[in-house]
């Protein structure tokens, strides 16, 4: 496994880390037994950056890795965020649908002492805040992350989605060691602004749904996806843009082939070569899928292969959306 700094902090993450979500929400069923082989494998594999949050199937994926962290917790370096909360204080498939942002000093103290309750942990490695609150200025959330540092029940602080303003403002409170963003061949907003800052500031870029949420490798069975994978409700997924992912897919697979890998690993490898101050945190509850996506921190790309590979996203611009229309107006980045 290769490895790579977290910001300024000096500590080293595997390349490619892991995202838990799916083994809890979003994405359909999962089964536990089979979650669990996934996580040891991943320890075997060297896979040490583990990520959740408390939102997740409403604290259930926090309990179910639990299960492999606290016997292991030398081995893995685990993350997870807080802030989203249940109208209803239910959970439901959609990590987002019928929920609401809270980045208040009183809500941080509580959430961060249910996680680590959860966890089976004294300390997180990495606490995020999911987004940021817009009632509330980021300064006086990043305060009182700071304080749970001081208390010893958090070692380094992140944000999620955050823009380039927030992580300035937040970066002056308290030193901020990585900025969690969605980011992947079809998702490059950050380019544009938030890779320069974090850059500047020494923070390290974690992506999450690296390889698109899985559009290389599902997008032709869609209509088989189960009835409770969000993946349905976007935009990416739907008639419009169907045809225009397809062709896209189809071609990074082709071209992938070539080169006797996968069309997802084409897209993993292609994130990582971004730049090592990139970490991406591809998830799945399959040891295969693990595997692979392991094997794709190995693979070099040319400058040739990353000129063809961006010639393949320029003729099929129609991507859509990363989210539908009622999750793009949740995300707040101020």
């Known amino acids: 496994m290769q490895f790579r700094k977290l910001g300024n902090t000096g500590k080293e993450l595997s390349a490619v880390g892991l995202g838990c979500m799916g083994m809890s929400a979003a994405y359909g069923p999962a089964d536990e037994q089979d979650n669990i082989r996934t996580l040891y494998r991943a320890l075997d594999l060297g896979v040490n950056f583990w990520d959740t949050?408390?939102?997740?199937?409403?604290?259930?994926?926090?309990?179910?890795?639990?299960?492999v962290l606290a016997p292991n917790r030398d081995k893995i370096f685990i993350a997870t965020k807080f802030g989203f909360r249940y109208r209803e204080g239910e959970a439901n498939h959609s990590v987002a649908t019928g929920t609401y942002f809270d980045g208040s000093p009183e809500w941080i103290r509580k959430a961060v002492d249910a996680s680590l309750q959860r966890l089976k942990v004294d300390e997180i490695d990495l606490y995020y805040a999911h987004r940021v609150d817009p009632n509330i200025p980021v300064e006086e959330t990043v305060g009182a992350m700071a304080e749970l540092v001081k208390a010893g029940k958090v070692k380094y602080l992140g944000l999620s989605e955050a823009s380039a303003s927030s992580i300035r403002k937040a970066h002056a409170v308290h030193p901020i060691a990585a900025l969690q963003s969605e980011y992947s061949l079809l998702t490059r907003d950050v380019e544009k602004e938030i890779l320069p800052v974090v850059r500047e500031l020494g923070?390290?870029?974690v992506p999450f749904s690296p390889l698109a949420r899985g559009l290389f490798s599902n997008i032709n069975e869609v209509q088989n996806l189960n009835k409770e994978d969000f993946r349905r409700s976007l935009p990416r997924y739907q008639e419009k843009h169907l045809e225009n992912n397809r062709k896209l897919a189809q071609e990074i697979n082709d071209f992938a082939a070539s080169k006797g890998v996968k069309g997802t690993q084409l897209a993993l490898a292609w994130v990582l070569n971004q730049g090592n101050d990139i970490i991406p945190i591809p998830g799945t509850k399959r040891i295969k899928y693990l595997e692979?996506?392991?094997e794709a921190a190995n693979l070099e790309l040319s400058g040739e292969d990353l000129i063809t590979i961006d010639s393949i996203l320029k003729k099929y611009p129609d991507v859509g959306e990363r989210y539908n229309e009622g999750l793009m107006k949740e995300l707040v980045n101020n």
């Open 53 to 67: 949050a408390d939102i997740y199937a409403n604290g259930e994926n926090e309990k179910l890795i639990s299960k």
């Open 292 to 294: 692979e996506n392991v």
């Open 203 to 205: 923070i390290s870029l």
